[in-house]
């Protein structure tokens, strides 16, 4: 079942009523809502909730229509959805669509419902007007490592971050970072995970996030951001986490 509505502040929107087994493997954009896309249609889409959570599908093309797939799959269980529960898209623009979800009973399911239901927020925004981010665009920068003057005392963001003031171990001996438990028990899964850094100049190292010991680690990949930023015994590194498993670094 699928249409198109334009409710709220004029943006474009269509709904979806979850049925059967294909809409949990890939979602459908309705035809006629395809036009609203026009010049921005690109390899991915940001969605999000206003109980909190990001996540990102992958468009995928095909004689049969404009699909959400490699990423819708994992919103659909994060967001504990099941048939006949009712899906609201607002396009926002920039490929991000806003996702109001309604249950059975067709009441709308608020934070309260979410955490009841143990729906998992992929990421957390601290308080304040959520920021819009796209998908490609890093932020600009002057220099290789784009090493800051400012105090790290001054760093504010609406996104979850922490920071590190870099040992031995991160910048001399195993090139091993420890993220802080209370940080990466909300945002990193307790399996090996690649994750990307990526400095204020906009350049990017693919790393490894190990868990081991009830601990989260950052390795495999830490060492040549470590090299290649001249990072020093020392040193203050704030990671923000921007987008699923990507970190900016600010080097301090």
């Given at each position: 079942m699928e249409n198109r509505m334009r409710i709220e502040e004029g943006r474009p929107h269509f709904y979806k009523l979850i049925h059967g087994e294909d809409v949990k493997k890939?979602?459908?954009?309705?035809?006629?809502?395809?036009?609203?896309?026009?010049?921005?249609?690109?390899?991915?889409?940001?969605?999000?909730?206003?109980?909190g959570g990001?996540?990102?599908?992958?468009?995928?093309?095909?004689?049969?229509?404009?699909?959400l797939e490699d990423g819708w799959s994992r919103f659909m269980r994060e967001n504990k959805l099941?048939?006949?529960?009712?899906?609201?898209?607002?396009?926002?623009?920039?490929?991000?669509?806003?996702?109001?979800?309604?249950?059975?009973?067709?009441?709308?399911?608020?934070?309260?419902?979410?955490k009841e239901k143990g729906v998992v927020s992929s990421v957390k925004r601290s308080r304040g007007r959520p920021r819009?981010?796209?998908?490609?665009?890093?932020?600009?920068?002057?220099?290789?490592?784009?090493?800051?003057d400012q105090k790290p005392e001054s760093f504010t963001s609406n996104f979850p971050y922490f920071a590190s003031s870099m040992t031995r171990s991160c910048v001399e001996?195993?090139?091993?970072?420890?993220?802080?438990?209370?940080?990466?028990n909300s945002y990193f899964p307790t399996t090996r995970t690649k994750v990307l850094l990526r400095n204020l100049a906009g350049k990017a190292w693919e790393a490894v996030c190990i868990y081991h010991t009830r601990r989260h680690y950052i390795s495999g990949g830490w060492?040549?951001?470590?090299?290649d930023n001249s990072l020093k015994l020392g040193d203050t590194c704030i990671f923000e986490l921007v987008q699923r498993n990507v970190l900016q670094v600010h080097v301090f």
């Open positions: 890939h979602l459908r954009i309705p035809p006629t809502f395809i036009k609203n896309l026009a010049g921005e249609i690109s390899g991915t889409v940001t969605l999000t909730r206003s109980t990001q996540w990102h599908a992958r468009v995928w093309k095909n004689p049969n229509g404009t699909y099941g048939d006949d529960e009712f899906l609201v898209f607002r396009y926002d623009g920039n490929m991000q669509f806003h996702v109001k979800i309604f249950g059975k009973n067709g009441v709308k399911r608020s934070a309260a419902m979410a819009k981010y796209p998908i490609c665009p890093p932020p600009a920068g002057n220099g290789e490592n784009s090493k800051t001996r195993s090139f091993l970072l420890t993220i802080p438990q209370t940080f990466s060492s040549g951001f470590a090299r």
